[in-house]
């Protein structure tokens, strides 16, 4: 029995419960009380990382308590942790306290509000990957949403009424999905433990395996998104507030690709095998579509939101080939995308705070008065369209590679998608940094220091991860690697197919 | 000894990182001009000193390696393991051979000859710092890309170079054009990129081991498939055509001269343009195991050598003629290449280096000079203003024109003597020598418009200080005697191929009557060019000019950028139609689609609310007819359990 992850994960409740009940003006900075609090996390999670046994596929740090007995099934408050839940723990409590350094830029009225919220997302985010029962997971899922449902909702642009309404249809249509499926799936396998039920001996009956599929499948192909669920994401971005951004998409679309790693390949090794070159097409064609999308745009936040699409079409694709080194690139890039589209956001935030616009057009030049915005603007750009010696191109190489080894077609069509980056962040850092000063853009002022320490340490991430990926791929080998041969020994058992057709 | 290897990768690296750290010093306090100087001074001797320190390892480490027995040639570095995921491995090693030896060599010496002179070029420019942070970080790129010991670490260096070029193409990013040369140059190696990606994802595939040793042997012993090898290759060769500016590819560098001229010389003519040719040369056993895919290497090569000499032969702009020329050099070291004479392409690439550097240096001199003046039109008699510029002009014009006795001609001759040996002959033969012919003929119309005939030009031009002089005149120097490094005629002896016969292994084609045959052809077709253009352009100056310019193909040629209006018109514009489709499709079909269902819900909402009408009997029937619903599925679905 090890406390560490409870602690991790309730550390900001507790905060966010402080705030919530301290009288009025008890909390005089609140978003800098947050910020202190999220460092707690930061802290364990760093803790986590180097503690972390890296010759282990099974759950570590476990913490597990009775909680409830239904329907045969023992439901537990149960936690533990393998590498693919490390990176992504380590990935969110990163982003916590550059959300609340990055908040007063852009957060001017009921901050408290706005930080109780932040840091009750925070659980639910650090919740849903540190869990080990799958009910508990279903909790922690519901609880991320809301706090950026009342983030977007209260804090966003003027169009945040549709937005929200969007993004709540789309995910509780998502989560029902889920909830569906996860019913099914513990009545039949009479237990609520993910990692038993990932390294599960038998099989659930193939009719139930395939219907369970696809309602987890679905639940999280909304929350990725993939193609064709996408349509939410961009407007979900551009009416949200930056923070809300930055963790939207560097954390909280994670947990869709966490759960198609997490659930849907050990789970349902048969119908992943069956619907894998579905959701290889889906996820290299997305992968095009929204590089192509990306270009079109005028909107700086919308390109970024689109090329989110595009970079976890490829996260997709690499999770669907089913194959080692594809599977350990999609995780990588899952922690890569965090920090590179993180600070895109960031950057986005950054112009719009002196300038309260966000069109590509509004901008030109800016390189000259704001030297030190223009290398990171540069610096992330060439980290997400995966320039080697920086993270984005560790992720996409492995993808790539890996996938190209089983299935070389859609690995070559994803392809393209690397050329399109280029071209439409490329030609955005060209329009925005460089060519003549225009009068409105010739005299901002550069990064203040608050800026630039929410951005510099998602910078040293991506040079860490790209010179020295070494320390990450090796805690995450023997749980993907777990993962991947369950998946593919047990695909060629039988083939998925309902019984009454065999 | 291989102890010393990743220092030279290291070194210049280490000066990137200082002068990063410098010019954020400067941006910091950017209104103290009096710093400024002191500055420069001490940037300037970070940057080159670096460059140069890994020179003098470079020549340590290949004296160490020649004091080895040739099949032992080799040093290696281990320095751990980059990327080791499923089956793909990436150890970070370095490989000192032969081939590689001569390649740090070649970029080292020449990178710090370079270094000298921008200290002098760029003198006084607020971006000074930045500068030699981008130069020292390509010269460290460009390294690791030789040095690499596997595929992936060589695409490293290979995107590494790309992006120093990019930033250093549009260093002056104030004006539009740089930055939009910056952006074209990376894009367009970024299609060739990806074609040099799916290679190395063929041979993963293939193979599962992608360092040069194991693909060689893989293609010599036949482990690897034939088709494999030929996918691979042509995949790879992909990578080389956009990096060292070939048809289809070759539309970048034309712009690339937007940058300052000293990285003209430097990345855009001495190395990194000529990483495709290394890529071939370092996997010439991969394709010698896909003749079909060397046939289209020396195609290529030969093609682009013909159509951009008559692009060189046409441009007013001196850069740009001189990129046209480094484009069309580029494609008769590929043609040697596809003639399986590797040791013949890379000993072109070593004295190109030398002498195409030099002639970019001296015309950064000319148009530092004249106060930035690029075009021929405005230029003339300045032999006589800046003699020394003139004459080192003159050595690498001389160079690269292929006569005797500069180096130009002895590597060339190796090339046109390979093609007539290898596969289709005759064509790469033809090829060459028509190339060749252009070269002498385009060579000398530039010394003669600049150097000879009426001042067109405004203003009293002065010579260059000495930082600027010092570092062309030993390329001159370079220029002269890197012929011998090629071809020794007295003795019949070839240096650098001999050199690198460890990694090529014996060259059998040259030698005997044959050779001289081959030479003498090749002098005289050198000579009528020469001839040619001493009739056109010193007796007749712009006068002659101005009539060649009244012909039709003249002016195609001068256009130059056809295949760029081209892809203009075609590749980029259905590329940005279907991206605004995209995005039209996306708001009005699948957003569409999804906006519908919502309207459908609420639709239906307010319909179905009309049953919430508060009758208990009519909910009591509900309920019921749900529950036979569910039972009745319970049957269907349950049945088989």
């Known amino acids: ?502 | 000894m291989s102890a010393l290897l990743p220092l030279l990768v290291g070194l210049p690296l280490a000066g990137a990182l200082a002068c990063g750290i410098l010019h954020a010093r400067v941006l910091v306090r950017r209104h103290r001009d009096p710093e400024a100087a002191a500055n420069e001074a001490l940037v300037g001797g970070i940057a080159t000193g670096s460059v140069a320190v890994a020179f003098f390892v470079a020549v340590l480490l290949t004296i160490r390696l020649l004091s080895l027995p040739p099949e032992h040639r080799r040093f290696e570095a281990d320095l751990g393991t980059w990327i080791d995921a499923g089956r793909l491995k990436v150890p970070a090693r370095l490989l000192l051979d032969p081939l590689s030896a001569l390649m740090t060599l070649v970029v080292s010496g020449v990178g710090a000859l370079i270094h000298l002179y921008s200290i002098g070029y760029m003198r006084r420019d607020p971006g000074f710092a930045r500068y030699f942070a981008y130069l020292n970080l390509f010269v460290a790129a460009m390294l690791l890309l030789v040095l690499g010991a596997n595929l992936p670490l060589t695409f490293v260096g290979w995107e590494g170079v790309g992006l120093c070029s990019y930033l250093l193409i549009g260093f002056w990013y104030e004006k539009g054009g740089p930055a939009d040369a910056g952006l074209k140059a990376f894009v367009v190696n970024r299609i060739g990129d990806a074609g040099f990606l799916l290679g190395i994802f063929l041979l993963h595939r293939e193979l599962g081991a992608l360092d040069y040793a194991s693909v060689n042997e893989a293609a010599r012993s036949g482990l690897l498939p034939a088709n494999a090898a030929t996918g691979a290759a042509l995949l790879l060769f992909c990578g080389a055509v956009g990096k060292s500016a070939q048809i289809p590819l070759q539309v970048w560098l034309p712009d690339a001269m937007a940058g300052p001229t000293p990285v003209s010389a430097l990345i855009h003519a001495a190395t990194m343009v000529t990483a495709g040719v290394y890529l071939v040369g370092r996997l010439h056993v991969l394709f010698l195991a896909a003749p079909a895919v060397l046939l289209v290497v020396g195609l290529v090569g030969g093609g682009t050598a013909l159509l951009a000499g008559f692009g060189a032969l046409a441009q007013r702009d001196l850069k740009k003629a001189l990129a046209y020329s480094t484009i069309s050099q580029l494609g008769l070291m590929f043609l040697g290449e596809g003639a399986g004479a590797f040791d013949a392409g890379i000993a072109h690439l070593v004295t190109h280096a030398f002498f195409k550097a030099l002639l970019f240096l001296a015309a950064g001199s000319v148009i530092h000079a004249l106060g930035g003046e690029q075009d021929l039109a405005r230029m003339g008699g300045l032999a006589r203003r800046l003699p020394a510029t003139f004459l080192c002009f003159l050595a690498g014009a001389w160079a690269l024109s292929g006569l005797p006795p500069f180096a130009g001609f002895f590597s060339k001759d190796e090339i046109l003597g390979g093609a007539l040996h290898g596969a289709g002959a005759p064509v790469l033969g033809a090829l060459g020598f028509a190339a060749s012919f252009l070269t002498a003929l385009y060579s000398y119309r530039l010394v003669y418009l600049v150097f000879s005939g009426r001042e067109n030009f405004e203003g009293r031009p002065h010579e260059s200080p000495a930082l600027l002089l010092h570092p062309m005149r030993a390329l001159a120097a370079l220029s002269f005697v890197g012929g011998a490094l090629a071809w020794i005629p007295i003795w019949n002896r070839r240096p650098i191929a001999e050199f690198l016969a460890p990694v090529f292994g014996g060259n059998e084609a040259g030698g005997g009557a044959e050779h001289v045959l081959v030479a003498v052809l090749s002098l005289a077709v050198a000579f009528v060019g020469f001839l040619l253009a001493r009739r056109l352009w010193m007796d007749r100056g712009l006068a002659g000019e101005r009539a060649l310019a009244r012909l039709p193909l003249w002016r195609v040629a001068a256009a130059g950028g056809v295949l760029d209006a081209f892809y203009r018109g075609t590749v980029v514009r259905a590329a940005r139609v279907l991206a605004i489709a995209c995005g039209v499709f996306d708001l009005f079909v699948v957003d569409g689609a999804v906006n519908g269902i919502g309207r459908a819900a609420s639709a239906a909402g307010e319909t179905l609310r009309l049953l919430q009408n508060g009758k208990v009997q009519a909910y009591a029937i509900g309920v019921a007819a749900a529950a036979g619903a569910l039972l009745l599925a319970a049957f269907l679905l349950g049945g088989t359990r």
């Open chain 1, 1 to 502: 029995m090890n406390p560490v992850l409870p602690i991790l994960v309730f550390a900001p409740a507790a905060g966010a419960a402080v705030l919530a009940l301290a009288p009025r003006g008890g909390a005089r900075d609140p978003l800098r009380f947050a910020f202190g609090i999220s460092l707690l996390p930061l802290a364990i999670a760093l803790g986590l990382f180097f503690a972390f046994d890296a010759s282990s596929a099974s759950p570590q740090f476990p913490f597990s308590t009775a909680w409830f007995r239904s329907g045969g099934v023992d439901v537990r408050f149960a936690f533990g942790i393998d590498g693919i839940s490390l990176l992504l723990i380590a990935l969110t409590a990163l982003l916590g306290p550059i959300f609340f350094l990055a908040a007063p830029g852009h957060i001017a009225q009921r901050r408290r509000e706005f930080a109780a919220w932040g840091l009750l997302m925070q659980t639910g985010m650090l919740g849903v990957f540190a869990v080990s029962d799958l009910v508990l997971f279903y909790v922690f899922w519901e609880v991320s949403l809301v706090p950026l449902y009342f983030v977007i909702g209260i804090w966003g642009g003027t169009g945040r009424a549709r937005a929200t309404t969007k993004f709540v249809l789309f995910t509780i249509a998502g989560s029902l999905l889920l909830l569906l499926a996860l019913l099914a799936v513990l009545l039949e396998a009479g237990t609520a433990d993910l990692f038993e039920l990932a390294r599960g001996r038998r099989l659930l009956p193939a009719s139930i395996e395939r219907l369970a599929f696809l309602g987890f499948a679905l639940g999280f192909a909304v929350k990725v998104p993939l193609l064709p669920f996408h349509t939410w994401l961009p407007e979900a971005h551009v009416e949200a507030p930056t923070s809300g951004s930055v963790v939207l998409a560097g954390v909280l679309l994670k947990m869709g690709t966490y759960g198609l790693l997490r659930f849907c390949l050990p789970m349902f090794p048969r119908a992943s095998a069956e619907f894998a070159p579905l959701l290889l097409g889906l996820g290299a064609a997305g992968a095009v579509y929204g590089a192509l999308l990306a270009w079109a745009q005028r909107d700086l936040k919308k390109l970024v939101a689109y090329s989110s699409i595009s970079h976890l079409g490829l996260v997709a694709m690499g999770l669907f080939a089913r194959e080692a080194t594809a599977v350990e690139g999609a995780l990588l890039q899952m922690v890569n995308h965090g920090l590179s589209t993180g600070a895109l956001f960031l950057l986005v935030g950054v112009l719009y705070d002196r300038t309260h616009r966000r069109g590509l057009d509004d901008f030109g030049g800016v390189a000259k008065s704001m030297p030190l915005f223009a290398a990171l603007l540069g610096l992330t750009a060439f980290a997400s369209i995966g320039l080697p010696g920086l993270n984005g191109f560790v992720g996409e190489f492995l993808i790539l590679a890996g996938t190209f080894s089983v299935t070389p077609v859609p690995a070559a069509v994803a392809t393209a998608a690397v050329v399109l980056s280029a071209v439409y962040l490329l030609g955005a850092v060209r329009t925005v940094l460089f060519g003549p000063a225009l009068p409105a853009t010739a005299r901002l002022p550069d990064c203040t220091k608050r800026e630039a320490a929410t951005l510099l340490p998602l910078a040293g991430g991506m040079v860490l991860l790209g010179v020295l990926p070494g320390p990450f791929l090796e805690r995450i080998r023997p749980s993907v690697a777990q993962v991947v041969e369950r998946t593919r020994a047990l695909a060629q058992a039988e083939p998925a197919r309902p019984e009454g057709q065999r």
